[in-house]
Each structure stands twice: as structure tokens, then as C-alpha cells.
């Protein structure tokens, strides 16, 4: 079993900075790939980031692309740096994993969620 703690949202005006952070605890961090995901109100929730269990292969929705980061520590945390924030990056955003070398970008290829950070871009 893993748990996952969402932290770092908040309000930030439009072309500003924030990074979220990811908590796990529970079970062996270092074999789990891990995802960011995010769901606009109204909206189904959608892919953001994902990052390999070794932390070496990452990879981005379009959306995202060149704005967001996405790493890893050994410590059980994964981070989220989103810069160039627009309105449009509202959202709750969850963290995810899932057992294995590299996630998905599907809802179902994770198997363990976190409870979601709000981030708010004001424009």
C-alpha cells in the first residue's frame, strides 16, 4: 500500500511559479513510477507529467510542455515546477503511482492517488 500527501498549491497570478510537492510513505518509493494529473472544474481529470522510477525518463502533456518540471528524490517525494502559469492551469492537481518503470498517461494505468492541491492562476 502507498499513501500519497499533495502539498504547494495555492493562488498565484498569471505568469508566476509554484511547486507542488508529492509525499509517499508506505511501501518501497524507489519502485513506484509516478504522474501528475489535474481536474478543472467540470472537466475530466487529465494528464500533466510522469516521471520513471529511476527519475531518468519524464515526459509532458502538450499543454505543459516547456513551462512544468517534473522530478524526483530519494526521499519519497516528487516535485512539480510550474512556471509561465495561465489561467487555463487551474485545477486540482493529484499526484499518482503505480508499480513499475514508467506510468502511463491514462487515469487507469495508476493505482495509488493522492487527495489533490488546488491551484488557482488568477488572470
Known amino acids: 500500500q502507498v499513501q500519497l500527501v499533495e502539498s504547494g498549491g495555492g493562488l498565484v497570478q498569471a505568469g508566476g511559479s509554484l511547486r507542488l510537492s508529492c509525499t509517499a510513505s508506505?511501501?518501497?518509493?524507489?519502485?513506484?513510477?509516478m504522474g501528475w494529473f489535474r481536474q478543472a472544474p467540470g472537466k475530466e481529470r487529465e494528464f500533466v507529467a510522469r516521471i520513471s522510477r529511476s527519475g531518468r525518463i519524464t515526459d509532458f502533456a502538450d499543454s505543459v510542455k516547456g513551462r512544468f518540471t517534473v522530478s524526483r528524490d530519494n526521499a519519497k517525494n516528487m516535485y512539480l515546477q510550474m512556471n509561465s502559469l495561465q489561467h487555463e492551469d487551474t485545477a486540482v492537481y493529484y499526484c499518482a503511482s503505480v508499480l513499475g518503470s514508467f506510468g502511463g498517461t491514462r487515469v487507469s494505468d495508476y493505482d495509488y492517488w493522492g487527495q489533490g492541491t488546488q491551484v488557482t492562476v488568477s488572470s
Open positions: 508506505g511501501r518501497t518509493f524507489s519502485s513506484y513510477a
